[in-house]
């Protein structure tokens, strides 16, 4: 295509849509701009959405825990729903702020949730253990021998 040709398809567009090319590159930079800026903002709200729901999760965890450790005065299912309910939490926030969150960020919240995790099962398992050894455990069965 010779630079005349181009010329002329370069008017013919400008006629056919009632803009100059030049204006169309600025309009384009306006949009692009925008998109970057949406971006942004999405990203600053699934990282914030983040930092809720691991926050929410672990208060979730801790204090269902504790419900399963006072499992005489409430039911046992109260505090596994409570955790599990904290489980939940956690999840969707991480799949929700995954790609907006630093990494250091996520291993560091991964770790204390684990930690929690752990030494709530640790404490609840020894717990249950201790009554069973006890036999004041009134949700076990009698044992036939």
């Known amino acids: ?3 005349e040709e181009c010329v002329e398809d ?3 567009w400008e006629e056919r849509f009632g803009i100059t090319q030049a204006e ?3 309009l384009v930079d306006k949009y692009n701009k925008e998109v970057e800026e949406y971006k942004q903002k999405v990203k600053t709200h699934n990282r914030n959405i983040f930092i809720i729901g691991n926050i929410v ?3 979730l965890f801790i204090t269902g825990f504790a419900l399963t450790k006072l499992s005489a005065k409430t039911a046992l299912a109260v505090g596994v729903g409570t955790v599990l ?3 939940y939490a956690v999840i969707a ?3 929700i702020g995954w790609n907006s969150t630093d990494d250091r960020l996520k291993f560091f919240i991964g770790f204390v949730i684990a930690a929690i995790i752990i030494g709530g099962s640790l404490l609840v398992g020894m717990r249950h253990k201790n009554k069973l ?3 004041n455990n009134s949700q076990v069965p009698p044992q036939i021998t």
Request: proline fraction near 0%.
């Open 1 to 3: 295509m010779s630079k």
């Open 10 to 12: 370069l008017k013919a």
């Open 24 to 26: 169309y590159n600025t």
């Open 57 to 59: 999760g672990v208060l």
């Open 85 to 87: 309910s904290g489980l």
């Open 93 to 95: 926030g991480y799949s």
């Open 133 to 135: 050894a006890n036999g």
